[in-house]
Antibody, heavy 117, light 111 residues
Framework: VQLVESGGGLVQPGGSLRLSCAAS????????MSWVRQAPGKGLEWVAN????????NYVDSVKGRFTISRDNARNSMFMQMSSLRTEDTAVYYC???????????WGQGTLVTVSS | DVVMTQSPLSLSVTLGQPASISCRSS???????????LNWFQQRPGQSPRRLIY???NRDSGVPDRFSGSGSGTVFTLKISRVEAEDVGIYFC?????????FGGGTKVEI
């Protein structure tokens, strides 16, 4: 599966943004989907993931209650609604898909989110 | 959270020579299904991460066979048998056996 993110941009602290990840190729519904972020010059941080059927969602503590992950299997797409954004949320956000047991994986090219006044 | 510790932080290697990166986890990465979910990624400058190795020692499709992964439990190693110029970048280990999945701090490989 090939993944393309969109929706990044500049937003003020406390603002909201919605990221999208469009998948092409085969078997989107075979993939867990997730968001991983990378602050400028820093390492990789897992943000959230969502199961193939959309019924299980998990978040890291730093975004719980502020970010919401979702997917639309009919449109081969995944989303993340981000609210109450903080300066420390500034990062490149990557869309990542992986199959059960991590046999296959795929990364998008990333979309930059900048939270600044 | 599981802590993933990589060493060294940076590695300067000579073309054609071997290189080795270590990754240690604060908890055993053996999952309840018997698998060990330890992956290795390469991130070239300006690019997205690319997975090289999954479940400790399985090489991804298209990854040169000079890359190999080994280890068990809490200690893992990525080896490059003969470094080539295209191997420059940052290498990350990542565990997916415990929530949240997390990454090592990275090892910068330069020639």
């Amino acid at each position: 599966v090939q993944l393309v993110e969109s929706g990044g941009g500049l937003v003020q602290p406390g603002g909201s943004l919605r990221l999208s990840c469009a998948a092409s190729g085969s078997a989107f519904t075979s993939y867990w989907m997730s968001w991983v972020r990378q602050a400028p010059g820093k390492g990789l941080e897992w943000v959230a993931n969502i199961k193939q059927d959309g019924h299980e969602k998990n978040y890291v503590d730093s975004v719980k209650g502020r970010f919401t992950i979702s997917r639309d299997n009919a449109r081969n797409s995944m989303f993340m609604q981000m609210s109450s954004l903080r300066t420390e949320d500034t990062a490149v956000y990557y869309c990542l898909g992986y199959t059960d047991a991590w046999t296959l994986d795929s990364w998008g090219q990333g979309t930059l989110v900048t939270v600044s006044s | 959270d599981v802590v993933m510790t990589q060493s060294p932080l940076s590695l300067s290697v000579t073309l054609g020579q071997p290189a080795s990166i270590s990754c240690r986890s604060s908890l055993s990465l053996v999952y309840s299904d018997g698998n060990t979910y330890l992956n290795w990624f390469q991130q070239r400058p300006g690019q997205s991460p690319r997975r090289l190795i999954y479940r400790v020692s399985n090489r991804d499709s298209g990854v040169p066979d000079r890359f190999s992964g080994s280890g068990s439990g809490t200690v893992f190693t990525l080896k490059i048998s003969r470094v080539e110029a295209e191997d420059v970048g940052i290498y990350f280990c990542m565990q997916a056996s415990h929530w949240p999945p997390n990454f090592g701090g990275g090892t910068k490989v330069e020639i």
